[in-house]
């Protein structure tokens, strides 16, 4: 066979499997459109606290497995959490800001392993919060995770204590 030939089906291999993965994230994103957008921040937040590191993924918080591509929260990237008395604020390169009220906050711990990622062990700080009817999953490798571990563990008491 020809050279060139073989070179044509191969080209025309990955053309197929880049189409079709864009063709599954596109199913994916018409299958999650029931998921209301988030909140809008506040202009001012009281008592900030910042963590730079990544935005690794949000993931249905019952179905690890179950990336959530839209509403902003489908695509990693370098950011810095924002922890106030508000809730939490998630600036994703290119995306809306997310914003999650503390009312909405379920819990935080630690977690080893999200939909593409490993780590250390508890090398990623984990967030449960609902939007909507949703329960959520937002995982984060930041540089501090015992201080966002902290911070917005005080945040879910505080959040509790006016209950």
Do not use: C
């Not at 906050?105 to 593409?116: C, E, F, Q, S």
Request: glycine share 8%; no cysteine.
């Amino acid at each position: 066979m020809d050279r060139y030939f073989l070179l044509g089906i191969v080209l025309a291999f990955l053309a197929l499997m880049l189409a079709l993965a864009a063709f599954g994230w596109y199913l994916r994103a018409r299958r999650q459109r029931s998921i209301p957008s988030t909140v809008e921040a506040p202009t001012e937040l009281t008592g900030s606290r910042e963590f730079a590191g990544f935005y690794v993924s949000t993931t249905s918080a019952t179905d690890p497995l179950d990336r959530i591509a839209v509403r902003g929260l489908g695509f990693r990237s370098r950011t810095t959490v924002i922890v106030a008395a508000e809730g939490i604020l998630i600036p994703i390169k290119g995306q809306a800001d997310v914003f999650v009220p503390a009312a909405d906050l379920r819990k935080v711990g630690r977690a080893t392993w999200t939909i593409d990622r490993g780590v250390e062990p508890d090398g990623l700080v984990v967030v449960d919060w609902t939007l909507g009817e949703r329960e959520l999953a937002s995982y984060f490798r930041v540089d501090e995770p015992a201080g966002l571990l902290d911070a917005v563990t005080e945040l879910l008491k505080t959040g509790s204590d006016a209950k």
